[in-house]
């Protein structure tokens, strides 16, 4: 309920872009995830496998909609996070 893992594309790949926001364009992404996550301190943290905080923003409730889609269902370079209010 708190946590969500999204995998990325091998870091011996390449970079995989993270976009975070109310209004993220997903135009050309496939969806991967739409639900809700639980935010009680009320802050979205996004961060890598050895827990380091890559984008953290704050969101205005405990309870937090959001929508993942990326460019790739096993290894994307690109994830837009859609966060909306509930």
Partial sequence: ???????????????TRVIVGSDVDHSNLSLALSGEVSTPARRLVVSDAELNTLIEIAVPTQL???????????????????????
Avoid: K, Q, Y
């Fill in 64 to 86: 937090t909609s959001l929508s993942i889609w990326t460019n790739d269902a096993r290894e994307p370079t690109i994830i837009a996070i859609n966060v909306t209010d509930r």
């Fill in 1 to 15: 309920e708190r946590c969500v893992c999204i995998g990325t594309l091998s870091e011996v790949d390449g970079h």
